[in-house]
């Protein structure tokens, strides 16, 4: 069956560490593939689009990596800052110009 | 801009009753998206627009929900009779373009309990 998954248990994590967060997605070939924030009642927040050609992109203390053979995104978040703390959600396109679904998404905190 | 504008940010309505929620998008933006999100289901698409047609309502749970976008700066999402598994929050966000990378922006949801 096609599906995305993220990390199952929130992350928790002390300030100053590096959080890694996971997308695995299985019987998809999106060419592109998304990441959001969400705050506790608000709406996803765009963060960063990472092509399918492109291995990695960055973005201030971000990073996003795009291994279409393992079907898998990671997403860093270096030098974590309670400010960080919220959900995140990756999304995609099923495929080509199809409609874009999301991820359940990970919970993170940082710890001071 | 102001964004994707979304109302009412809460209804609380009785099992039965018909509830309507409105959005209007971001000027200029030509796709509209209707999603649903929950613990259990996460965020859901319900059905998108381009250019104020409806293109793919598959997600629409069933008969009872109804959408239209009768300009391109207004759409509504209508839920007639209402029960209390339709409990969750509900968003509206807009794009410029196709897909293929577009940044999807989100309204702030409209939080409906069913009781």
């Known amino acids: 069956s096609q599906k995305i998954e993220q990390n199952s248990e929130a992350l928790n994590i002390q300030e100053g560490k590096t959080a890694t967060l996971t997308c695995n997605y299985t019987n998809y070939s999106p060419a592109y593939l998304q990441w959001y924030r969400q705050d506790p009642g608000r709406g996803p927040v765009f963060l960063l689009l990472?092509?399918?050609?492109?291995k990695e992109k960055r973005k201030e203390r971000l990073k996003v990596t795009f291994d279409t053979t393992l079907k898998q995104s990671l997403f860093h978040i270096t030098a974590s800052q309670p400010a960080d703390s919220a959900t995140y959600l990756c999304a995609l396109e099923k495929t080509s110009y199809d409609k874009v679904i999301f991820g359940p998404g990970t919970s993170l905190s940082v710890i001071p | 801009d102001a964004g994707v504008i979304q109302s009412p940010r809460h209804e609380v309505t009785e099992m039965g009753q018909e509830v309507t929620l409105r959005c209007k998008p971001i000027s200029g933006h030509d796709y509209l998206f209707w999603y649903r999100q929950t613990m259990m289901r996460g965020l859901e698409l319900l059905i998108y627009f381009n250019n104020n047609v409806p293109i793919d309502d598959s997600g629409m749970p069933e008969d009872r929900f109804s959408a239209k976008m009768p300009n391109a700066s207004f759409s509504t999402l209508k839920i007639q009779p209402s029960e209390p598994r339709d409990s969750a929050v509900y968003f509206c966000?807009?794009?410029?373009?196709?897909?293929?990378?577009?940044?999807?922006?989100f309204g702030e949801g409209s939080w409906l309990t069913v009781v």
């Open positions: 966000a807009s794009s410029l373009g196709r897909f293929s990378g577009n940044t999807i922006y």
């Open positions: 990472i092509r399918e050609n492109e």
